[in-house]
């Protein structure tokens, strides 16, 4: 079988990934090495003998081919902050017990140094395409996609498209996404001086600390509340006043019930203790209309349908501490739903409470029909491979598919099954799945680079 070949180019493929992973290419925090990461994978597609070119500050391709029709696959550069707990160095690319272990190897730095070896391979084994063979990619996808509004702004929308950011089958609906900013002006707790939780919006923070000016009384109350109830917490005492942290589980924010929110936990245990006065507006907010929820009833958004299941709400961080006090929320809502609704019922129970609500993106949602050319494609790729036929799923993912007017799907790189630990410590994939993923990968790229 052709797929095999690109098997061949698996030693190189991993240093080269390794040398990728080592970038810490975190966007908005570290966008030198956004930079980096993508200079070099230019660097190594002109070695290659493919044509590169920088698009925009935040995102590049690489060409194969010309005429025909575009077609194109899409991947990601930028991951999200390693957080804590590693046992390993998440910046270097570890195997170990036949797992593939680094910060971006499930997401999406694998999937795109696959996809780059795919259209070496396709060169240099002298495939003759028919069609113009794409590899976009951007280093802005775990912030809100604007590296690809900048991107399509520069270049045309491809005829048919998949990103490597999901999972195996073939994903053809992705449900809105929301993310939004509560805040007040001042700070006005009387209580609470500090309180920090969370690096980016799309994960569920694994860790969270409170700083409080608490009585003896109190901090009795404290750990009362802290033994009957859920969570883990350590109390530490200090000049400036009571410290609390608060340790959880992290999670991607399209699967929050899968993590363990140790932002959401902290304030349950406070807010069992002080008033709103006490604590403050945002935090009081968060305690009556999320509290532990991940699915919108306290908001008044608890909804479903039959494509894409049920809306979900992640507290992503919390950040009080003198005059500021703001908290930020991933919202993950039905395909069927309009999202506008969503926001609007989100913002008219947050204005009650006097906080300001500030939209910083809404990713509008997914469906392509089942029975269209590109997913009877990616079908019959993945069928060549494994054998098997290829599920049809919804998610509550975000991926650059949503950016291609339809024109594109998530189609792997990751199996069911495979504990891959997305947005979370110890991200990892299983050897063996990996390289499946290279040949399907191959194999999906080379029939839309035949393709009549």
Same mark, same amino acid.
């Given at each position: 079988?052709?797929?095999? =070949?690109?098997?061949? *180019? =698996?030693?190189?493929? !991993?240093? &080269?990934?390794?040398?990728?992973?080592?970038?810490?290419?975190?966007?908005?925090?570290?966008?030198?090495? @956004?930079?980096?990461?993508?200079? !070099?994978?230019? =660097?190594?597609?002109? #070695? !290659?003998?493919?044509?590169?070119?920088? +698009?925009? #500050? =935040?995102?590049?391709?690489v060409d194969l081919g010309?005429?025909?029709?575009? @077609?194109? +696959?899409?991947?990601?550069? #930028? +991951? +999200?902050?390693?957080?804590?707990?590693?046992?390993?160095?998440? *910046?270097?690319?570890?195997?170990? &017990?036949?797992?593939?272990y680094g910060r971006g190897i499930a997401d999406d730095k694998g999937a795109a140094m696959v996809a780059l070896y795919c259209m070496r391979a396709l060169r240099e084994l002298g495939v003759e395409g028919k069609n113009t063979l794409r590899a976009i990619f951007g280093t802005a996808e775990e912030t809100g996609m604007t590296d690809m509004e900048g991107y399509f702004a520069k270049k045309p929308l491809p005829d048919l498209a998949f990103t490597p950011d999901s999972e195996y089958g073939i994903c053809y609906a992705e449900k809105g996404i929301l993310h939004v900013e509560i805040s007040t002006p001042t700070n006005e707790a009387t209580v609470l001086s500090q309180f920090h939780a969370g690096k980016a919006v799309n994960a569920v923070p694994d860790l969270a600390y409170v700083m409080l000016d608490s009585s003896g009384y109190d901090e009795q109350l404290l750990m009362r509340l802290a033994d009957a109830g859920e969570g883990s917490f350590e109390f530490n005492y200090t000049i400036d006043g009571l410290m609390i942290i608060s340790r959880g589980r992290a999670a991607h924010a399209c699967e929050p019930q899968k993590g363990f929110n140790a932002a959401a936990a902290l304030i349950d245990l406070i807010a069992n203790a002080y008033d709103v006065h006490e604590i403050g507006a945002v935090a009081s907010f968060i305690d009556y209309a999320l509290n532990s929820e991940t699915n919108g009833r306290s908001l008044g958004l608890k909804m479903s349908d039959a494509v894409s299941g049920a809306l979900t709400v992640n507290l992503g961080s919390v950040h009080i501490e003198g005059d500021e006090a703001r908290a930020c929320f991933d919202i993950r809502y039905p395909v069927t739903i309009n999202g506008d609704y969503v926001m609007r019922q989100f913002r008219k129970v947050a204005e009650s409470s006097g906080l300001r609500v500030k939209l910083l993106h809404h990713g509008r949602p997914l469906y392509v029909e089942k029975d269209s050319e590109l997913i009877r494609l990616l079908g019959d790729a993945y069928r060549a491979v494994t054998g098997e036929e290829a599920e049809l799923y919804s998610t509550g993912g975000g991926t650059y598919a949503r950016k291609l007017g339809g024109k594109g799907v998530a189609f792997g790189p990751n199996f069911k099954g495979d504990d891959i630990r997305m947005h979370n410590a110890d991200e990892s994939v299983d050897k063996e799945n990996f390289l499946r993923h290279m040949q399907i990968c191959f194999e999906a790229m080379y029939r839309m680079y035949t393709l009549e």
């Amino acid at each position: 079988m052709l797929s095999e =070949k690109i098997l061949g *180019y =698996k030693d190189e493929l !991993f240093e &080269d990934l390794n040398t990728l992973i080592s970038i810490e290419s975190i966007d908005g925090s570290r966008d030198a090495d @956004c930079e980096k990461a993508l200079e !070099f994978v230019l =660097k190594r597609a002109k #070695d !290659f003998g493919l044509l590169p070119e920088r +698009v925009t #500050d =935040k995102s590049g391709q690489v060409d194969l081919g010309s005429g025909g029709r575009l @077609c194109a +696959v899409l991947t990601h550069l #930028d +991951v +999200v902050p390693a957080g804590n707990s590693w046992s390993l160095s998440p *910046y270097a690319l570890t195997e170990r &017990d036949g797992r593939l272990y680094g910060r971006g190897i499930a997401d999406d730095k694998g999937a795109a140094m696959v996809a780059l070896y795919c259209m070496r391979a396709l060169r240099e084994l002298g495939v003759e395409g028919k069609n113009t063979l794409r590899a976009i990619f951007g280093t802005a996808e775990e912030t809100g996609m604007t590296d690809m509004e900048g991107y399509f702004a520069k270049k045309p929308l491809p005829d048919l498209a998949f990103t490597p950011d999901s999972e195996y089958g073939i994903c053809y609906a992705e449900k809105g996404i929301l993310h939004v900013e509560i805040s007040t002006p001042t700070n006005e707790a009387t209580v609470l001086s500090q309180f920090h939780a969370g690096k980016a919006v799309n994960a569920v923070p694994d860790l969270a600390y409170v700083m409080l000016d608490s009585s003896g009384y109190d901090e009795q109350l404290l750990m009362r509340l802290a033994d009957a109830g859920e969570g883990s917490f350590e109390f530490n005492y200090t000049i400036d006043g009571l410290m609390i942290i608060s340790r959880g589980r992290a999670a991607h924010a399209c699967e929050p019930q899968k993590g363990f929110n140790a932002a959401a936990a902290l304030i349950d245990l406070i807010a069992n203790a002080y008033d709103v006065h006490e604590i403050g507006a945002v935090a009081s907010f968060i305690d009556y209309a999320l509290n532990s929820e991940t699915n919108g009833r306290s908001l008044g958004l608890k909804m479903s349908d039959a494509v894409s299941g049920a809306l979900t709400v992640n507290l992503g961080s919390v950040h009080i501490e003198g005059d500021e006090a703001r908290a930020c929320f991933d919202i993950r809502y039905p395909v069927t739903i309009n999202g506008d609704y969503v926001m609007r019922q989100f913002r008219k129970v947050a204005e009650s409470s006097g906080l300001r609500v500030k939209l910083l993106h809404h990713g509008r949602p997914l469906y392509v029909e089942k029975d269209s050319e590109l997913i009877r494609l990616l079908g019959d790729a993945y069928r060549a491979v494994t054998g098997e036929e290829a599920e049809l799923y919804s998610t509550g993912g975000g991926t650059y598919a949503r950016k291609l007017g339809g024109k594109g799907v998530a189609f792997g790189p990751n199996f069911k099954g495979d504990d891959i630990r997305m947005h979370n410590a110890d991200e990892s994939v299983d050897k063996e799945n990996f390289l499946r993923h290279m040949q399907i990968c191959f194999e999906a790229m080379y029939r839309m680079y035949t393709l009549e």
